[in-house]
T-cell receptor
Framework: AQSVTQLDSQVPVFEEAPVELRCNYS??????LFWYVQYPNQGLQLLLK????STLVKGINGFEAEFNKSQTSFHLRKPSVHISDTAEYFC????????????WGAGTKLIIKP | EAQVTQNPRYLITVTGKKLTVTCSQN?????MSWYRQDPGLGLRQIYY???????DKGDVPEGYKVSRKEKRNFPLILESPSPNQTSLYFC???????????FGDGTRLSIL
């Protein structure tokens, strides 16, 4: 069975500093990988996805993620964060074998310090 | 505007009183799903539907029912709600299962 681990429940970072949010998954088959963002009191919005092809994926709002099959990771990065990036970020994985059921990490709260 | 609409957005009710949360999408998506979100647990899937009249259990289906009589609607039914179903619920849809899901704004349920 698939599982997703987001190692940090909270990540505090100063404004304009770089940030990396970590995501590791376990699966014995090919995976599709997603990062979603949830702003306070809102639903979830897709940041970026990896379905196949290039392992470096660029998303909205300047975020990018790299799929590393050997390390079973899909870490999210941004070179310079803004106060508006304050949100909770969720990593999710799905596979064809599981009828594309999304398995979610517990989320990482990104806290931007002025 | 493409959207997933959930109603109600907020509901406080009592144990045992049947309730339905509606979900409707206007994107002609085949795949629809219900999740609950609890602090520290992320999202957990309750039920999903690959197409009309096709539904299947997710990770936490106990105490919930769904139906998919039309493509656009996927209501979530709590026949006899209990306090442990107090949570934030999201409906989502996608064109097919491997495509990104579009989420509704959420329904916050409190069962007293």
């Amino acid at each position: 069975a698939q599982s997703v681990t987001q190692l940090d429940s909270q990540v505090p970072v100063f404004e304009e500093a770089p940030v990396e949010l970590r995501c590791n998954y376990s699966s014995s088959v090919s995976v599709y990988l997603f990062w979603y963002v949830q702003y306070p009191n809102q639903g979830l919005q897709l940041l970026l996805k990896y379905l196949s092809g290039s392992t470096l994926v660029k998303g909205i709002n300047g975020f990018e993620a790299e799929f590393n099959k050997s390390q079973t990771s899909f870490h999210l990065r941004k070179p310079s964060v803004h106060i508006s990036d304050t949100a909770e970020y969720f990593c999710a994985v799905s596979t064809m074998d599981s009828n594309y059921q999304l398995i979610w990490g517990a989320g990482t709260k990104l806290i931007i310090k002025p | 505007e493409a959207q997933v609409t959930q109603n109600p957005r907020y509901l406080i009710t009592v144990t045992g009183k049947k309730l339905t949360v509606t979900c409707s999408q206007n994107m002609n998506h085949e795949y629809m799903s219900w999740y609950r979100q609890d602090p520290g647990l992320g999202l957990r899937q309750i039920y999903y539907s690959m197409n009309v009249e096709v539904t299947d259990k997710g990770d936490v289906p106990e105490g919930y029912k769904v139906s998919r009589k039309e493509k656009r609607n996927f209501p979530l039914i709590l026949e006899s709600p209990s306090p442990n179903q107090t949570s934030l619920y999201f409906c989502a849809s996608s064109l097919v299962g491997d495509q990104p899901q579009h989420f509704g704004d959420g329904t916050r349920l409190s069962i007293l």
